[in-house]
Nanobody, 124 residues
Framework: VQLQASGGGLVQPGGSLRLSCAAS????????VGWFRQAPGKEREGVSC????????YTDDPVKGRFTISRDNAGNMVYLEMNSLKPDETAVYYC??????????????????WGQGTQVTVSS
């Protein structure tokens, strides 16, 4: 049972990336899924999450209008489309999954599954 985050890389300011979160060993459509990021020297913060049943989306204010979370239940995948990236968004991006959406929103209890993270570097 694991989550695998991928799609990170080096992108210029203003550029775009699409991150992928693949689940193996369990059916992702039964879980709410969230994306988080942790920049060097900073605490991990939530970016966006999507609920299991109705696909309701919650997005952190700093990325609203630029980042879009989506899910492909048939493919057991969740994506994060990131546009207009800024240098201060350089971080390791993680996906996490839990049956409870509240676990992804407030971290109580912590999400059941975490991916290993993918590095996103925004630099010219």
């Amino acid at each position: 049972v694991q989550l695998q985050a991928s799609g990170g890389g080096l992108v210029q300011p203003g550029g775009s990336l699409r991150l992928s979160c693949a689940a193996s060993g369990f059916t992702l459509d039964e879980y709410s899924v969230g994306w988080f990021r942790q920049a060097p020297g900073k605490e991990r913060e939530g970016v966006s999450c999507i609920s299991a049943r109705d696909g309701k989306i919650y997005t952190d204010d700093p990325v609203k209008g630029r980042f879009t979370i989506s899910r492909d239940n048939a493919g057991n995948m969740v994506y994060l489309e990131m546009n207009s990236l800024k240098p201060d968004e350089t971080a390791v991006y993680y996906c996490a999954a839990d049956p409870s959406l509240s676990s992804l929103i407030d971290g109580t209890p912590p999400p059941s599954y975490w991916g290993q993270g993918t590095q996103v570097t925004v630099s010219s």
